[in-house]
């Protein structure tokens, strides 16, 4: 759609654009009015419904839960009367129907049910319910149970809420009493003219009562028998006079669904107050769209002819035509237009005037510039060859200054290199001046010691002749203190032995003695524990003495309360016969209950002094026992004294072994080495004949090194005179090769700055000429289009 409308839209007049624009803007309110009332509308209806049937279903919980508090206040007032449970527990169902008769017309309640442990109907004010068993009904199941239940009983033609509670007569179960008000037609015609809603009750998936006539009840019947869900959303429902909004709400009695009620509003009814509405505005609107058509048609009428007018004047003035003027009467947007419409052209004339006199000038500038372009690139040419020859001869003169400048760095090394070994030469020859003199007198040092060595070395041998002898004394003695301390080594392991075993001893004591001090604790505790039972036993009998005191008032006053109903029964005559059996029954149970009362306060009475004499014996036990307690720990204490002692000798005892294995092992060590020293001892001895035997050659060749070293010593003192000469030529040679290094160098420089300067000239020579070529295009294309514009101007009209 909108793709179509793109295509047709370029087509369009501008009045038929302002006439579809006018025509969609009352179209799309219009619509938009018709669809948001529609909603709105719904909407709003069908949350009024809504809320009616949330009101009517408050209405119905209310009425529920005041009849739940009424008949459950009736019930548990029925239950306790003592009257009403002797009544009961006769099993006469006349009797009992005569009552329930009797108490539903004072109460005013619709229902009153008894049935007995079994759930077999005694008596019911609704005749339908008689000779039935309802044990499993929920409320009288609940009952049963939980002592009272509330819930629902459902028969052919009624439904009743009812409260259901047990009869108790001491702890006998008689059965159960239940009280409860029927949900009839009544009550919902009562409902439905407050709310104005049918209303409809269900048991057990059938209809039970309803607002609705026949034809209805039949659909609604049809209806019920497909699955429901039981919630509270609502629904439409067809009822064939037309669709009701409807809400199936549950109504739970203490968990017993099986009674619903639903609620229902006619939804036609509104519908056609919708309706109207929707009528009512399309008409409007549609007398609206008429009006808007009218009113845009003359609009466009206004708007598009002075538009019309513009756009033919501006045709001729494309083509060439600046003398016209466009006349609109308006004094509005369109005029102000059409006066700027005027006003264009006039400027337009005026400037096609000035375009064409500099048209005329640029012309007469541009053929000045050409002849000057011209000259400019002939002169520049001249002088870009002449830049050219003269870079290449000094390019040639600073290669040549270049491979000099090479050849005076090589020169200039080798001096360096040449001086720098002769200053080391120098240097060694002054460094072995140094050492001689340093080994002449290291010479005569050494010859002096060598003499000494000698007389030494012959002191020594005579000293080792000594020395073998008490070598051998040392290592017998050794060996017998090796022996020794072997000997030593086992007696202290055997020791270590015996305290080990005896700390192992003890240990084992600690242990049972630990065992005896915890067996002790827990004899302890039992005993405070069985004590404290005890005294809860005592505790215990006095409340057992109480609650026997309070039972012995109990019987006596069921003895009273026997005796006053004799005397009812005695008053009702034939009617209370059954009551006086059950009187008399209670008062022979309040005789025997007095008399196991006595027996028991006697028993009770006993056990109280054998629980006296418990206690006492209890306390004398327990101090026993803690008296054992004392004297285990004391005992343990002691022990672990013994222990912690015996742990430190068998540590002692252990040291002693290891000092003493470490002793064999060094006395050991020691044995086989002094046996080593023994044979070195030897060794050295047969060393030393042998270096004094040497020692004097020795002698002689030192006294033919010293001579030897003055000799050298001569000739170096020499040499070092003649290195110190060669050593200044160097110098004064290595510094004019300097001067010349650094006069290449700038030279060099020097040359390297003409040709920086030469190729800047070039550069500039070069665009110079590159310029004047872009100029020369320039000048030509300005030409070119000054020709081109004055061919486009000649073609407006301006008179």
């Not at 004899?523 to 057992?544: D, G, M, Y």
């Not at 000799?711 to 000469?725: D, I, Y």
């Amino acid at each position: 759609m909108i793709s179509q409308f793109k295509a047709i839209a370029p087509k369009l007049t501008l009045r038929n654009k302002i006439l579809l624009l006018m025509a969609a803007l009352t179209v799309v309110p219009i619509v938009t009015t018709l669809i948001i009332v529609n909603v709105l509308t719904k909407r709003e209806i069908h949350k009024t419904l809504e809320r009616d049937l949330k009101k009517t279903q408050q209405l119905l919980e209310n009425y529920q839960s005041i009849q739940s508090k009424e008949i459950t206040a009736q019930n548990r007032l029925i239950s306790e009367i003592p009257f009403f449970k002797a009544v009961v527990a006769t099993k006469d169902k006349t009797t009992i129907q005569e009552f329930i008769r009797n108490t539903r017309d004072r109460l005013g309640s619709s229902l009153l049910l008894i049935t007995d442990q079994l759930g077999n109907v005694l008596a019911s004010t609704d005749e339908l319910l008689l000779n039935k068993n309802i044990a499993n009904e929920s409320a009288i199941k609940g009952a049963m149970q939980e002592g009272e239940k509330k819930g629902f009983l459902i028969t052919q033609n009624a439904i009743y809420q009812v409260t259901t509670s047990t009869i108790r007569l001491g702890d006998t179960n008689l059965g159960t009493i239940s009280i409860g008000i029927s949900i009839d037609n009544k009550l919902a015609e009562e409902i439905k003219k407050i709310t104005d809603s049918e209303i409809s009750f269900i048991g057990d998936g059938r209809l039970i009562v309803s607002t609705w006539k026949n034809n209805q009840t039949e659909l609604l019947n049809r209806w019920l028998k497909t699955p429901q869900d039981y919630s509270i959303k609502s629904f439409d429902l067809d009822m064939g006079v037309g669709r009701y909004v409807s809400v199936l709400v549950p109504v739970a009695a203490e968990g017993d669904i099986r009674v619903a009620y639903l609620i229902q509003r006619s939804r036609d009814d509104v519908t056609r107050f919708l309706d109207t509405i929707i009528n009512s505005v399309f008409i409007v609107g549609f007398l609206i769209l008429i009006g808007t058509f009218w009113i845009s048609f003359m609009a466009a009428k206004q708007i598009s002819d002075p538009i019309s007018v513009i756009v033919q004047n501006s045709k001729e003035m494309a083509d060439g035509n600046l003398s016209i003027s466009v006349s609109v009467k308006h004094r509005d947007e369109i005029g102000n237009l059409a006066d700027a419409f005027n006003e264009m052209a006039k400027r337009l004339r005026g400037l096609i005037s000035h375009v064409r006199e500099n048209i005329i000038a640029v012309n007469e500038v541009s053929q000045k510039l050409h002849q000057i372009s011209s000259s400019v690139s002939v002169e520049i040419q001249k002088q870009k060859m002449a830049v050219e020859e003269t870079a290449s001869s000094i390019m040639q003169t600073g290669a040549a200054i270049q491979e000099m400048d090479k050849n005076v760095e090589l020169l200039s090394s080798s001096a360096r290199d040449t001086s720098s070994s002769i200053l080391e030469m120098d240097s060694s020859i002054e460094e072995i001046v140094a050492n001689m003199d340093t080994l002449s007198s290291s010479i005569d040092f050494t010859a002096v010691s060598i003499t000494e060595l000698v007389a030494s070395i012959k002191e020594i041998a005579n000293a080792l002749e000594g020395l073998h002898g008490i070598t051998e004394e040392t290592a017998s003695s050794l060996h017998e203190l090796n022996v020794s301390v072997q000997e030593v080594e086992r007696n202290a392991q055997k020791s270590c032995t015996l305290s080990e075993k005896t700390n192992q001893d003890a240990g084992m004591g600690m242990q049972s003695v630990n065992e005896t001090i915890n067996a002790m604790r827990e004899i302890k505790t039992i005993f405070i524990k069985l004590q404290e039972n005890i005294s809860h036993l005592a505790e215990r009998s006095e409340s057992i003495d109480k609650i026997v005191n309070v039972i012995s008032q109990i019987t006596e006053q069921i003895n009273l309360l026997s005796l006053n109903a004799a005397i009812i029964a005695a008053q009702a005559g034939e009617h209370g016969r059954g009551f006086a059996v059950v009187a008399a029954e209670i008062k022979n149970l309040a005789e025997n209950t007095a008399s196991s009362t006595h027996e028991i306060a006697a028993l009770i009475g006993n056990v109280k002094d054998e629980i006296s004499n418990s206690v006492d014996a209890m306390k004398y036990g327990a101090e026993k026992v803690q008296r054992g307690v004392t004297l285990s720990e004391g005992a343990g204490n002691i022990l672990k004294v013994i222990i912690d002692s015996s742990k430190a000798s068998t540590g002692m005892v252990n040291e002693i072994v290891k000092a003493t294995k470490e002793q064999a092992i060094s006395v050991q060590m020691v044995d086989s080495s002094m046996l080593k020293i023994e044979e070195m001892v030897k060794q050295i001895n047969y060393a030393i004949q042998e270096q004094k035997k040497a020692s004097d050659g020795i002698e002689k060749a030192v006294e033919d090194m010293r001579l030897l070293g003055q000799k050298v010593k001569n000739s170096t003192t020499e040499q070092s005179k003649g290195s110190k000469l060669i050593t200044d030529a160097a110098e004064q040679i290595m510094a004019m090769i300097n001067h010349i290094l650094q006069a290449i160098h700038e030279q060099s420089n020097a040359s390297k700055q003409i040709n920086h300067a030469l190729d800047t000239f070039k550069d500039a020579t070069n665009t110079s000429a590159q310029r004047s070529s872009e100029m020369n295009n320039v000048v030509a294309v300005l030409s070119e289009r000054s020709q081109q514009l004055e061919h486009e101007i000649s073609r407006f009209k301006i008179i």
